[in-house]
């Protein structure tokens, strides 16, 4: 998501997951992709990506990963992924699951994996909505969406990720104080996700002070659209909210 306004196509799709019927938007494959890339997609990826269950099972996030996690985070639409791979340096004991249906950038989070020989990193590379609803109840601590399209025309907006139904989600599977953390440049979108959040019992808004939208979070490594935008003028807002314990 992140990198999708640029290099890599956007990506806000989803199946059913509790009453979300919903299209899947944007392509699957853009740049025609070097031989180091097709190798890793097919050497390297078998071996990250998250199996499901039969239907109506949950996986074991703490069971994907060869060693004990102290947590375990899911990052949906991880476009290029910097932030993903910044976190899983920074956070070595924390198991972190990104997921992102564009092979293109499955393929550069392939290589940062590789590279940094990351053995906390598990890829998801279908509809994230699936993933979701195929994880327990309270079992992840973190869950990052950063910089998804904002799909701005009124026809478009019943595209974007975050919905009555997508928020109910992500606050089922965050464990009692786990937080959801929300980026975007786009001031329509930040306040979108707000009236919803609101609406959401099991999710709270934390900033305390007008400001704290404005600040990025605690460890943040900034991202390439990150910049990009400020560099454009674009303001980003950071909205976090806690699950209810």
Not at 136 to 145: E, I
Not at 158 to 179: H, N, Q, W
């Amino acid at each position: 998501m992140e990198a999708g306004r640029d290099d890599l196509p956007p990506y806000d799709g989803g199946a059913v997951v509790e009453g979300i019927d919903r299209a899947f938007y944007g392509r699957r494959k853009g740049k025609r992709l070097r031989a180091g890339q097709e190798h890793r997609l097919a050497e390297l990826l078998p071996h990250l990506r998250v199996s499901l269950p039969v239907a109506g099972e949950y996986i074991d996030p703490p069971s994907l990963f060869p060693h004990q996690t102290d947590e375990v985070w899911l990052e949906i639409g991880f476009g290029g992924g910097e932030h993903l791979a910044a976190q899983a340096t920074q956070n070595p004991n924390v198991g972190i699951i990104g997921a992102e249906p564009f092979v293109n950038g499955v393929a550069k989070i392939l290589r940062a994996v590789d590279d940094a020989e990351l053995r906390n990193v598990r890829i998801w590379d279908e509809d994230a909505t699936v993933l979701l609803a195929a994880i327990p109840d309270a079992s992840l601590t973190r869950v990052y969406l950063l910089y998804p399209d904002p799909w701005p025309k009124r026809r478009q907006r019943k595209r974007r990720f975050v919905s009555d139904e997508t928020l109910a989600e992500i606050a089922r599977v965050l464990k009692p104080g786990g937080v959801f953390r929300f980026a975007s440049d786009i001031d329509d979108y930040a306040g979108w996700t707000l009236v919803r959040a609101a609406r959401c019992e099991a999710l709270t808004w934390t900033a305390a002070l007008a400001v704290d939208w404005n600040q990025a979070f605690l460890g943040w490594p900034g991202t390439r659209y990150e910049a990009k935008a400020i560099a454009a003028g674009r303001a980003p807002t950071y909205l976090e909210f806690r699950r209810a314990g």
